[in-house]
């Protein structure tokens, strides 16, 4: 079984940035494709960012682009996500994600492409 654990979230002044983490264990991390989602109150889960289970490739929500940057360290078994120039719109709860698979596919950015998920870190960004 899967564990993913994020940390980091927590209250930031508009135009400041924050450094959310996951954590893996109970499997291989470095086999896992680990994508980034968040959810607003009253929203659907949202696409933020992922990345390949070998680095080679990562993906961006149009939101995200140029602000957000995704990386990972398999031998931490570690994936972060350095969140810059955060807006009111950017609050939500950050969930961490991992697909198994050879490749990530076209369903990179679709909430049923994942197979485990963590509980969910709050980000709140004051205006």
């Known amino acids: 079984q899967v564990q993913l654990i994020e940390s980091g979230g927590g209250l930031v002044q508009a135009g400041g940035s924050l450094r959310l983490s996951c954590e893996a264990s109970g499997h291989t991390f470095s086999s896992l494709h680990i994508g980034w989602f968040r959810q607003a109150p009253g929203k659907e889960r949202e696409f933020v960012v992922a990345i390949t289970r070998g680095s080679d490739t990562t993906y961006h929500a149009a939101s995200a682009k140029d602000r957000f940057i995704i990386s990972r360290d398999n031998a931490r078994n570690m994936v972060s996500l350095q969140m810059n120039r955060l807006t009111s719109k950017d609050t939500a709860v950050y969930f961490c994600?991992?697909?198994?698979?050879?490749?990530?596919?076209?369903?990179?950015?679709?909430?049923?492409?994942?197979?485990?998920w963590g509980q969910g870190t709050q980000v709140t960004v004051s205006s």
């Open positions: 994600a991992g697909a198994l698979g050879y490749l990530l596919g076209d369903g990179y950015d679709t909430t049923r492409r994942y197979d485990y």
